[in-house]
């Protein structure tokens, strides 16, 4: 059983800053993308920011410049640090780990519970 757990979330002011957490925890062999999602309210899931293993990174474009996503493979912990945060970067925001849970075993998608972020005045 894998588990992904999200923190961080909060209430911030407009051109502020957050750092989301999301730890995955199991049974783990290895990881290979690690990515964060945003849902908000009436919208369809986006995606926003993955990291491989392998220390690449790729942002959504209403992101770039703005967030950094970072990993900590010993940990198998992820980080999304956002700054300069608008109000329409309110969401949900997930994690997603893409992994293989021992050796020979395929790679299956893992999803975290989701953190708040509100960014208001």
């Known amino acids: 059983q894998v588990e992904l757990v999200e923190s961080g979330g909060g209430l911030v002011q407009p051109g502020g800053s957050l750092r989301l957490s999301c730890a995955a925890s199991?049974?783990?062999?290895?990881?290979?993308?690690m990515s964060w999602y945003r849902q908000a309210p009436g919208k369809q899931r986006e995606w926003v920011a993955t990291?491989?293993?392998?220390?690449?990174?790729n942002y959504a474009d209403s992101v770039k410049g703005r967030f950094t996503i970072s990993r900590d493979n010993a940990k198998n912990t992820v980080f999304l640090q956002m700054n300069s945060l608008k109000p329409e970067d309110t969401a949900v925001y997930y994690c997603?780990?893409?992994?293989?849970?021992?050796?020979?075993?395929?790679?299956?998608?893992?999803w975290g519970q989701g953190t708040q972020v509100t960014v208001s005045s």
């Open positions: 199991g049974r783990i062999f290895s990881i290979t993308t």
């Open positions: 997603k780990a893409v992994l293989t849970q021992s050796v020979g075993t395929g790679l299956y998608p893992y």
């Open positions: 990291a491989t293993s392998g220390s690449s990174t």
